[in-house]
C-alpha cells in the first residue's frame, strides 16, 4: 500500500510545487499478525530530520473551512469581554421611547421600567415602603424626595445605573453558563481534561466563530448543563443570534514556523510494527520565532463587529422571595433570594442593589414637616450606616395608618419594589421570565484589540495552535504506543504516546479512547517501579519518557492490558534504533 504524503514543507522541497509532494511516497509495512505471548520481533526505528525555517502558510477562510469541524471548534483564540455587548444591549432597551415600550410583551415592558427606575416614578403600593406615602401626606413630605436621599441621587435619576445592572448580569448570569466558565483547548498533563478557565465575564472565542460567523452562539449559550455533578442545569441566556461577520471575504491568516517537518516513528506493539506520530506537536512550544513580529499576521478580520439582531433571556424564581430582616447572616441578610440560582431574575436584582449600596456613604436624612414649628421637630429621619442598613424613624407623633418601614438592607429595599414591578400588569409569580430582542449591537471590541489579543494569547499558549499545525502538516499513520526520539547531543529516548498524539478521523476526533492504565515505562513486568518521567527534554514535559542506550531493558503495559518488554540492541546506525518487543502476558 502507498500513501501520498502531504508536508507541511512541500513547497521548500520543490519550487515548482505548490501544495501536497505528490511524487513523495512512503511504503506502508503491510499489517502483521497479533503478538503472541512469549513471542518476540525487532523493529527498527529511524529518527530524520527535515528542518524548515521562517516557512509561511497563508490560510484562506475556505481552507479553514477545509479543516477537521473538532480542530476549529478547539482552537481557542481569545476570550471576549462581554461587558460592552451587554451595557449596549440594556441601554439600547432602556433608551426605547415609551411608545415602542408599551407595544413590548409584558414582562420586557416591565424590565424597561426597572431600567429607567427613579425616586420620581417608583410605585411603592404593595411593598413595605408603601407607610412612607402615609408619612408623606402626614408631614407633606413627598416619599420620592426621602427615596432619592436615600440612594444619594436626584429624583429622576436612575436608582441603579445600565452600568451596574450590567455587571449584575455578567457575574451573575454570563459567568455562571459553564461555557463562559471553562473552554476547550489542548489536551497535556495540566489540563488532562482538555478544560480551561475563561476570564470571568468573557465567552469563549474559537476559529470555529471566525470561519462560521459565530452560528453557534445560540446553541452553546443555551440551556447547558453544570460542570458539578448535581448541580443544577444553566438555563442558558441567548436564545437567537444572526451571524456576526467576524471575517471578511479577504481574511487571510499567515502564520510562520520553525519545525522538523518529519514524523517520529514509533511500534505499534498489538502486532510489533513501525507506525509515525506527528512531531508538530513535540515541537508547538518552539516552532513560531516571537521575537519576529511577522510570524502571525490576521488581515480581513471586520472593522466593526456588530450582532444584527440578538435575543436574550433572564428567567424569574417561581415564588415571591421575601426581603430580608435581619442583618445576619453577613454580609447579605437574611432574604432567601441568596439561596436561589444567581442566573435567576430576583438574584440579579440583590445583587445590582448590593452592588449599587457599596458606592453609598454612611449618612443620616433629617425632614420636618412643611411649614413652620416653634422649635425644630424631626419628623422623619433616615440613616444608612456603612454596612448599607437602612433605618427609617418617624417620630411617634407623627400620625399614621401604618407603622414605618422596618429596617432592612438597603438591597432588601429595592428587591421588593422591583419585584412587585415586575409583576405588574397582573403578571403571576413565574409569569415574569424577560426575553428580550435588541438589533445592530456592537460588540465593543476594535479589530485591532482582537488581533492583539489573539497574538499575545497564542504567544503565551503556543499549544492553541497546535490542531491547525498539525493538520497543515499531517503525517501520522498507525497507532504508535511510543515513539523514538533522538535529541541533538545524539542521546536516544522512548516517548510513551500521550493523548494529545492520537491519531485523528476525518473530524478531527480521536480514533481510539486512551485506554492506557499504566502510561509510561517500568523496570518490572509487575509494572511496580515507574522508571520514566516528564522531566523536561527539548521543551517536552508532556510525556513520560526514558533514555536507552543499548542494553536497556524495560516493560510497559500498552492500552489493551498487554505487557511487553523491550530490549535495546546494537544501534544499526547513528540515527537508528534497534528493539526487540517480547510479549510477556
Known sequence: MRRALCLFAAPLLAATLSGCVTEV?????????????????????????????????????????????????????????????????????????????????????????????????????????????????????????????????????????TETTAQAVLSNV?????????????????????????????????????????????????????????????????????????????????????????????????????????????????????DRPDWLSLEGLAEDLKIGELTMAIGENDGFLPSGDARDPLPYGNSPVWETPRWEMEHLLASAGFARAQALTEHCSV????????????????????TGWVDIQVDPSVVLDEPPPPPSYFWDVLLEVAQVRLHDGELAEGAADVEITVR??????????LVTSIRDNIQGNPSALRGVAEQLNDNTAGDADFYYYQTAEGEDFLYFIAPEDLRLDAEGNPVREYGYQHPGFYADADLAEKISSREEVDGDRAHEKVAIPVGTSLFFEDDGGAVYRVDAGEKPSLHKAALTLTRIR
Open 25 to 161: 511516497t512512503l511504503d506502508e509495512t503491510p499489517p502483521t499478525s497479533t503478538l503472541a505471548v512469549g513471542e518476540s520481533r525487532t523493529v527498527e526505528l529511524r529518527f530524520l530530520r527535515f528542518d524548515v525555517e521562517q516557512f509561511q502558510q497563508s490560510l484562506t477562510l475556505t481552507d479553514l473551512k477545509a479543516l477537521p469541524t473538532r480542530v476549529l471548534q478547539d482552537t481557542w483564540l481569545l476570550d471576549l469581554d462581554m461587558s460592552t455587548l451587554v451595557q449596549n444591549a440594556l441601554q439600547q432597551v432602556a433608551y426605547l421611547p415609551p411608545a415602542e415600550a408599551h407595544a413590548l410583551a409584558q414582562p420586557a415592558r416591565n424590565l424597561w421600567k426597572l431600567l429607567n427606575l427613579t425616586a420620581e416614578s417608583t410605585d411603592l403600593r404593595g411593598t413595605r415602603l408603601e407607610p412612607l406615602l402615609g408619612v408623606g401626606k402626614a408631614v407633606g413630605l413627598p416619599p420620592s424626595l426621602i427615596l432619592a436621599d436615600l440612594a444619594q441621587v436626584g429624583e429622576n435619576d436612575p436608582l441603579i445605573s
Open 367 to 386: 425632614y420636618a414637616p412643611q411649614g413652620t414649628v416653634e422649635e425644630p421637630f424631626e419628623a422623619v429621619n433616615v440613616c444608612v450606616d456603612g
Open 174 to 290: 454570563v459567568a455562571t453558563h459553564p461555557n463562559a466558565q471553562f473552554r476547550r483547548g489542548p489536551v497535556n498533563v495540566d489540563h488532562p481534561d482538555g478544560l480551561y478557565l475563561v476570564t470571568p465575564g468573557s465567552i469563549p472565542v474559537y476559529l470555529a466563530d471566525v470561519v462560521d460567523s459565530f452560528a453557534s452562539l445560540a446553541e452553546r449559550f443555551g440551556p447547558a448543563p453544570a460542570w458539578e455533578e448535581g448541580a443544577p442545569a444553566h438555563p442558558g441566556f441567548v436564545v437567537a443570534s444572526s451571524p456576526v461577520s467576524a471575517a471578511t471575504d479577504a481574511f487571510r491568516m499567515k502564520v510562520k514556523v520553525n519545525l522538523n517537518a518529519l514524523p517520529y516513528k514509533g511500534v505499534d506493539a498489538t502486532n510489533a510494527t513501525v507506525a509515525s506520530v506527528n512531531s508538530t506537536g513535540g515541537q508547538i512550544e518552539n516552532i513560531f520565532d516571537f
Open 440 to 449: 445592530d449591537v456592537p460588540v465593543g471590541v476594535s479589530t485591532e484589540t
